[in-house]
């Protein structure tokens, strides 16, 4: 099989002297090439390096991969590790609806624009070398134009400045997962009156996992956790629309796990000494979150969401995760109750809604945790308010 190699010597040349590097060389492919780029000259021989770090030393041309449809889910739900060995193309679409959801407990938003229906939208899985054939589509119900930026992709404006759409159009972009990682992706339309920042705080935004050439080590669970924030007007009894003021004031209302408050996310369970990895992204529109799961304490974390390089590991409390950026962490819970994954910025959990339980079932062990308490004392358990909506909201998580 003939294959594509990037040299990376090409590209300290080019760094130092300016010189002009040669396109990629395809057997056969139709999409590189003088037609379609318009500026450089097809080589036979030299490619162009993304980066001297790219762990990725040479890709299969895309003439020579089969293809395969990707498989989607919904977070706190991931796809499975992808494993094989040989990179395919791989199909995915996305369609955007402008639609209306409820997000905690008596707040319906009128105004939740979503990839498939969901916000955030699905959660994709691909290997690093995979080249995703990416179809975004738009109902034909929909008002506004809308886009996609994969921050997996390295090209112009991570693919939106090809796949601007208006209702009921559709466009396709074929593009190299060239890191392995945790990326975002999310809408970058900022036309017709509604900035991309709109677009985002009404709920476009999602991930996508590009696993490493080597799989990560099977684990017994792995979870998805987006942190994103919604700005609310109040639009009617249980209503709610974007802010515009709140947004450009950088105050959300609400700043939620997988785009629903913490009541609305059932809880999670696993087993005593069960490995767990979460996956855990930052949506925005504005913050930066202090990662923390109460009562566990990271054994790994691949900082920032790259899985090129080796995890830190060992006694890690809290992550930093800015908008728009990812972690992933691994930990093991040694006895049974109830974990709570939260932004340590405490506010967003006791007035904003923000948090998912983890609960932990299986036998005690008293040399790592045991309660001296009296017998039938009753386990402290916090209140969780979230004024702004309706005072009776006060809820205990439980
Ligand atoms: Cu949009």
């Known amino acids: 099989m003939k294959r594509i190699t990037y040299l990376g010597t090409g590209v300290v040349l080019a760094a130092i002297t300016g010189a002009a590097l040669s396109s990629v060389s395809h057997s056969g492919g139709a999409a590189a090439g003088p037609g379609r780029s318009g500026a450089v000259t097809p080589s036979a021989t030299l490619l162009r390096m993304p980066s001297m770090n790219n762990p990725l030393v040479d890709l299969a041309p895309k003439s020579s991969l089969q293809v395969i449809k990707g498989i989607k889910t919904v977070a706190p739900e991931v796809p499975p590790p992808v494993t094989r060995e040989q990179n395919k193309i791989v199909e995915y679409e996305l369609t955007v609806r402008e639609t209306a959801g409820k997000i905690a407990p008596n707040l319906n938003y009128l105004s939740l624009w979503t990839f498939d229906g969901v916000a955030p939208g699905p959660v994709m899985r691909v290997k690093v070398g995979d080249v995703i054939r990416f179809t975004l589509r738009s109902d034909t119900k929909n008002v506004t134009s809308h886009n996609i ?15 601007g759409i208006k209702p009921g159009q559709s466009k396709t972009i074929e593009v190299r997962a060239l890191y392995p990682g945790l990326f975002m992706y999310h809408c970058a339309y900022n036309q017709e009156g509604n900035m991309a920042a709109v677009h985002i705080a009404n709920g476009m935004y999602g991930f996508l996992i590009v696993d490493p050439k080597e ?26 629309i974007c802010s515009l003021d709140a947004l450009m004031n950088e105050n959300p209302t609400y700043i939620f796990f997988n785009g629903k408050s913490a009541e609305l996310n059932p809880p999670l369970t696993i087993h005593v000494n ?45 992550v930093t995760v800015p908008a728009g950026g990812a972690t992933i962490v691994e930990f093991v819970a040694p006895v049974p109750g109830k974990l709570t994954a939260v932004d340590h910025n405490l506010s967003r959990v006791f007035f904003k809604g923000l948090g998912q339980v983890i609960n932990v079932v299986g036998a005690p062990n008293h040399e790592i945790y045991e309660s001296l308490a009296p017998a039938g004392s009753t386990p402290y358990e916090p209140e969780i308010r979230m004024p702004g909506i309706a005072s009776s909201w006060a809820h205990t998580i439980r």
């Open 215 to 240: 799989p990560l080590p099977a684990v017994e669970h792995e979870f998805m956790l987006v942190e994103s924030e919604f700005y609310v007007d109040n639009a009617g009894p249980g209503r709610g």
């Open 274 to 318: 069960d490995r767990v990895r979460l996956y855990m992204g930052h949506g925005g529109v504005n913050g930066f979150a202090a990662f923390h799961v109460i009562g566990a304490i990271f054994d790994k974390v691949y900082p920032d969401g790259g899985t090129s390089d080796a995890p830190r590991e060992h006694g890690i409390q809290t």
């Open 149 to 163: 930026d994969f921050h997996f992709i390295t090209g112009a404006c991570g693919g939106c400045a090809d796949t």
